[in-house]
């Protein structure tokens, strides 16, 4: 399994576009990227996947080099609500038998 | 509501002790993951079963096991507890085919 990094932490201010990166050197041709976001107390939640380019939904963009050995999760118009940790994790949909998640990225969002 | 329920919600005991953790998958999931989170640290990923049949280990304790029933619902058995073992324990499952996992809303443990 691919192994992710991604920084610690990250601060922003209510109403700015927060852009968080993952780097996996490691990733294999079958892997895709999968973004969660984790609540205090709260299992995680899935935010978005993508395998290449840019991926789009309703709450965030995923932006994929063509290399894939990085990601970038973008959250436009942060709020304070979005306080949360954002985990990465590469993985294959046909091989998902180990599941690591990295140490997240802690995102604090002030007034 | 991501489907997957956990039971107990909560659960106190003292060290020495053995509790039972209980996961039902979402309908249709075969596959389910165990994870334990201590206080302010990361997700633990400590075992995977897929339609009954373990199929990869993290970093479980020799003290825990788990396994996975006919009706797909599976426990984590944890035996004589330390301090150290407080933690949040949730599990996930995965539809088939893809690799998005939905997470229970956990069992927060405590061992006095």
């Known amino acids: 399994l691919a192994k992710t990094t991604q920084p610690i932490s990250m601060d922003s201010y209510e109403g700015q576009e927060v852009n968080i990166t993952c780097s996996h050197n490691?990733?294999?041709?079958?892997?895709?990227i999968t973004w969660y976001q984790q609540f205090p107390s709260q299992g995680p939640r899935f935010i978005i996947q993508?395998?290449?380019t840019k991926v789009t939904n309703e709450v965030a963009s995923l932006f994929i080099p063509a290399d894939r050995k990085s990601s970038t999760l973008s959250l436009p118009r942060v709020s304070l609500s979005d306080t949360a940790v954002y985990y990465c994790?590469?993985?294959?949909?046909?091989?998902?038998?180990?599941?690591?998640f990295g140490a997240g990225t802690r995102l604090t969002v002030k007034p | 509501d991501s489907g997957v329920t956990q039971t107990p919600k909560h659960l106190i005991t003292a060290t020495g002790q053995r509790v039972t953790l209980r996961c039902s998958p979402r309908?249709?999931?075969?596959?389910v993951y165990w994870y334990q989170q201590s206080l302010d640290q990361g997700l633990q990923f400590l075992i995977h079963?897929?339609?009954?049949?373990?199929?990869a280990k993290g970093n479980i304790l020799e003290r825990f096991s788990a396994q996975q029933f006919p009706d797909l619902h599976s426990e984590l058995n944890l035996s004589s507890l330390e301090l150290g073992d407080s933690a949040l324990y949730f599990c996930?499952?995965?539809?088939?085919?893809?690799?998005?996992?939905?997470f229970g809303p956990g069992t927060r443990l405590t061992v006095l």
């Open positions: 309908s249709g999931d075969l596959s």
């Open positions: 994790l590469v993985g294959s949909r046909y091989n998902n038998n180990d599941m690591r």
């Open positions: 490691n990733i294999a041709t079958n892997d895709y």
């Open positions: 079963y897929y339609n009954g049949e373990e199929r």
């Open positions: 996930a499952s995965i539809p088939r085919g893809e690799n998005e996992q939905f």
């Open positions: 993508g395998y290449k």
